[in-house]
Structures are given as C-alpha cells and as structure tokens.
C-alpha cells in the first residue's frame, strides 16, 4: 500500500489554523487525520482532553520524550508540546495522510526526519490582523498576547523553510488553497 502523506500546517498563534484546519478536515477527498499532540498547557474552555489535546503534566511530558515517543517536541511561550510518534506513524502505513498543526522548533524536526513531509505556512493578512484576531479570541492575559505576538513576529520570518506559503484572507480560500496542494501532491 502507499504510504499517506505527512502534512505539515504552521503559522504565527491566533492566525486561524484551528478553523482552517476544520474546514480541511470537511473535505472528504484528501482522507484526513489528525495527530492530537500531547501538552502541558491548561485547557481553554471549550477544549476537550482527547480531542483538541492530550493535556498532561510536566512529569508525564518528560517520561514520553525519554522513552523515545515524540516524532518532534518544543516548548512554545511556557509550555511544551509534542507529537506522539507510535500514532503517526500507524496512520502513514495505513496509507492514511496525516496533519500536524505546529509550530516552527517541531515543524524545523519534523522537515529534518522526515524529507517526504510537506510543509505548508498559514499567514496573515497582515500582523495588524494578527494582533485583532488574538485579542478577539479574548482568552488570553496581555502579557500573553504580548509573548505570542513577539513569538509570531519571529515566526513569520521562517516562512520560506515551508514549501508552500498561504494568506488567511478568509477560512475558505485558505482551506481551498491548501486542499489543492494536498490533492496535487497526492497525484504525485
Ligand atoms: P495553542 O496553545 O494556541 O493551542 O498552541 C500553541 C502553538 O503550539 C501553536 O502554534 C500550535 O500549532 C503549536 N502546537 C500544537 N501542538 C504541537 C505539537 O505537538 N508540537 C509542536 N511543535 N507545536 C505544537
């Protein structure tokens, strides 16, 4: 069987991957599934353990890197995550195609590991936009928005290590953009 593909979907916090990915996730033709990373972040509300993540403690963090079980981890403004690998890697030889939604460090990992992935960049319209759309999100305490919004700063330089790079104008046309780049490669 063929082996799926590994797809990989950053962006800076707060650009809308989560959404995009959802509508993704509605096109039945690019037979997708998703790696639900583990992280010692707290829940937001709305968030369920299982689905969104596996939240955990730092303890059980730290046990699943020294038995070898991530594919790529980081620490991302206080907090680690990571994708466990056994998963992953059951759904690949599934001929299953596989999306991690992560940031940069783990993206950076992933790349290396793994040369076949590919790498998609989520932006934003502009970091004007950004900003309005992590603080409508109103989850956060300012210190925070100011940490992600330095981090996202950072991370929009490293978008040509992606493949490919797509603007959030709206969920539609990002998800439609992306789709025909998953189903390009999957003719490949
Ligand atoms: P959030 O706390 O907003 O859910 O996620 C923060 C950042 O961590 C986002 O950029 C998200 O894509 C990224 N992230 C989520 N899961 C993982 C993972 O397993 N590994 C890495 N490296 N980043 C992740």
Known sequence: MTRGILIILSGPSGVGKGTVRQVLFEHQELGLHYSISMTTRKPRPGEVDGRDYFFVDQQTFEKTIAEDGFLEYATFVSHSYGTPKAYVEKLLEEGKNV?????MQGALQVMKK????????????????????IRHRGTEAEEVIRQRMETARKEMNMKDHYQYQVVNQTVEQASNEIAAIILKNMKK
């Open 99 to 103: 999306l991690l939604e992560i940031e």
């Open 114 to 133: 793994c040369p076949d992935a590919l790498s998609i960049f989520l932006l934003p319209p502009s970091l004007e936009e950004l900003e309005r759309r």
